[in-house]
């Protein structure tokens, strides 16, 4: 009966170095497959628009739909606006004259005030089925020192993601997470707590410093 050979030191670090290979190429197609999975970081393309004349005039959307875009923007802003104790609290984050006391909205804002709705922001096709946005002007103190005193601040969803467009084009893009996240009731809102700490959604679709209280 013969002697068994001893091991191959060779032959084992080849299979070692196989198996090591598999098991990385393994872990790699199941991180990219949850990013696949992970709906909320894909981006959307989005419209954002001043006024429902601006919607139709660009006619990317037919005007039957910038007329129902914009009054659903409406009906949620009245629902659901973030609203402050103070108008110097309102206009530090919105802007001078970018709010309104609450009772000239509506009832239920008695003696709070709530910032203008500047915009409102759709899905670029009915594919997407996004729900409208109101947006509001975004003004913190420290973007006014940054830009010389002038309100570059792009606007702010109701949750407190920023939004902005690029060289004041309607088209731009957003994180999902951003474009299905909606508010249906009103919050009142200290200064800092909302579009102080979070995401800006910039036309790139980077993301840092400010949203979400």
Known sequence: MSEALPPDPARRAKRSATISLVLV????????????????????????????????AERIRSAE????????ARAAYLASAPRYETLAD????????????????T???QDRYLPVMAAFMMGRTDEQDLP???????APAEERHAHGGGYAGGYC?????????AGGTSRTHV?????????????????GGFGGTGRTVAASGSGHGSGGG
């Open 25 to 56: 190429a393994g872990a790699g197609a199941a991180a990219f497959g949850l990013a696949r999975l992970d709906s909320s970081q894909r981006d959307e393309d989005v419209l954002v628009y001043g006024s429902l004349g601006a919607c139709i």
């Open 132 to 138: 409208v946005q109101p947006l509001y002007a975004h």
């Open 175 to 191: 994180p999902a997470s951003v474009a299905r996240t909606t508010t249906s009731t009103p919050r009142t809102i200290a200064y």
């Open 157 to 165: 969803t109701g949750a407190g993601a920023r939004v902005f467009s």
């Open 107 to 109: 009832p239920a804002a």
């Open 65 to 72: 739909a910038c007329t129902q875009a914009e009054a659903a």
């Open 90 to 105: 309102c206009e530090r984050h919105h802007g001078p004259g970018g709010c309104v006391p609450g009772a000239a909205v």
